[in-house]
């Protein structure tokens, strides 16, 4: 059985950073981020491998954003935060035989969400 369970979050100031956790348990191939605005569907934000060998990112945070996975610590970054990365962000589990694309109907298992709200 995954379970995931995601810290940080908060309100951060545009222009700084973000720092999310997510504890890991159970088996898994892929493990990513994903956010979701009110009114807006949930979007992918990065994924990596279970061996944290290879990371993916979505084009909105690509340059600026850095997935890691320490044992069983999925963490994210994002610098230089917008207005627009304003969002709940979830932190979820793909099995293995699923898509590897960063799509959120690839991943069967969700966190529970935190929130990050970026001010001026």
């Known amino acids: 059985q995954v379970q995931l369970v995601e810290s940080g979050g908060g309100s951060v100031q545009a222009g700084g950073s973000l720092k999310l956790s997510c504890e890991v348990s159970?088996?898994?191939?892929?493990i990513g981020w994903f956010r979701q605005s009110p009114g807006k569907e949930r979007e992918g934000v990065a994924k990596?491998?279970?061996?944290?060998?290879m990371a993916t990112y979505a084009d909105s945070v690509e340059g600026r954003s850095t997935i890691s996975l320490d044992k069983n610590i999925l963490r994210l970054e994002i610098d230089a935060l917008k207005h627009e990365d304003t969002a709940m962000y979830y932190c979820?589990?793909?099995?293995?035989?699923?898509?590897?694309?960063?799509?959120?109907?690839?991943?069967?298992?969700w966190g529970q969400g935190t929130q990050v709200t970026v001010s001026s």
């Open positions: 990596i491998t279970s061996t944290g060998d």
């Open positions: 979820a589990a793909a099995p293995v035989g699923a898509g590897c694309g960063l799509v959120k109907d690839y991943f069967t298992h």
């Open positions: 159970g088996f898994t191939n892929f």
